[in-house]
């Protein structure tokens, strides 16, 4: 019986196919839905860092008078040991993804993979080291202080609402940015709310995740209380703002009138900073600094792994590790009261 499958196959595939292989020519409608899947495969914000990376690396080649496509191996090292002034190692490591990309895609030989870049990046990393300046993690404490210096109008509301929830369910900026009130229940569950992510960086099939958020006994705190006082607010002024597919979070004007359609992740990171600047913190949070202090807070609190990781939906253990290591140095210090 094997071998009558294996004859089958054999007479099903060619002994031999000569020449090269010929893109075929697409009909336009065809050509632009494998292009849009395509494009679809990466995030919004991978696609952009490409975009920028690729016009740094083509600027750069014509003021030298190389070929930015195809390159030769020296030119890309050049361009590495150049730019190493300027441009952090990790960015650099970001940026020959990029070339590497552009080869690949392009079907051409690629000098990325060289011995002589592969030297050169190692070089870079010894020379100038690898360690990133990253936003620190606003822990609950200090999320408590930025809380209490919102004042109750129409946009403090939305903030409020949304550095609790941002915080409780360790989300990304981006994924804040994308909610729609179709994404909260807080109606099923008595014990809190359910927030339900259609889709995430690391969610690219779309597969989604829920995310249960407790009730809190300080109101001000509790993300029942906080969404339902800014879902108020914004259905007290117009009934659309809440229907099924609105945006959770819009921009407010100074006047006090709502924008539509949703806010952007760079909003989400300026409205944290602005929330903490006013509160007097004095460290330089960013975007990221929810979730990063929702995983730090997690380790301080002995939250186990799985369940912090079953929260923020990270695949790879080594990230979240890396955020646990960052918690204050004094946080974690064993010679608390050993003199007392």
Not at 1 to 9: A, D, E, G, I, R
Not at 132 to 152: F, N, W, Y
């Amino acid at each position: 019986m094997t071998t009558h499958m294996t004859t089958h196959v054999h007479t099903l595939v060619p002994a031999h196919v000569p020449g090269q292989v010929h893109a075929p020519v697409l009909p336009d409608d065809m050509a632009e839905k494998v292009a849009d899947l395509r494009k679809a495969s990466k995030a919004e914000n991978t696609q952009r860092a490409y975009q920028s990376d690729w016009r740094r690396w083509t600027t750069w080649c014509e003021a030298q008078g190389f070929e930015s496509l195809p390159d030769h191996v020296d030119t890309v090292s050049a361009y590495l040991a150049d730019q190493a002034s300027t441009c952090k190692v990790a960015t650099l490591a970001r940026h020959l993804a990029t070339i590497s990309k552009a080869h690949q895609v392009a079907g051409l030989p690629n000098p990325c993979r060289e011995t002589k870049v592969r030297d050169t990046m190692s070089g870079l990393r010894k020379t100038y080291g690898v360690k990133q300046a990253e936003a620190p993690g606003l822990l609950a404490d200090t999320l408590k202080v930025a809380l209490s210096h919102i004042p109750d109008d129409l946009s403090g509301r939305r903030d409020r609402a949304l550095l609790v929830v941002g915080f409780l369910a360790g989300l990304r900026r981006s994924e804040i940015a994308g909610l729609t009130w179709g994404d909260i229940d807080t109606e099923s569950e008595r014990d809190g709310v359910v927030v339900t992510l259609a889709k995430s960086k690391t969610d690219q099939d779309m597969q989604g995740r829920s995310i249960g958020l407790h009730k809190q006994a300080d109101d001000g705190l509790c993300p029942f209380v906080t969404l339902s006082a800014w879902r108020n607010a914004l259905g007290e002024i117009s009934a659309k703002h809440v229907e099924h597919d609105a945006p959770v979070f819009v921009q407010v004007t100074r006047w006090g009138t709502v924008k539509p359609g949703h806010m952007t992740g760079n909003t989400i990171a300026l409205v944290i900073q602005k929330r903490a600047m006013k509160a007097g913190l004095s460290m330089q949070y960013q975007g990221h600094s929810l979730r990063k202090g929702f995983v730090q807070e997690a380790k301080k609190r002995g939250v186990s792994l799985d369940a912090v990781m079953a929260t923020t939906g990270h695949k790879s253990v080594k990230m979240v590790m890396r955020y646990q290591s960052q918690v204050p140095v004094m946080s974690q210090s064993a010679s608390k009261g050993l003199l007392a």
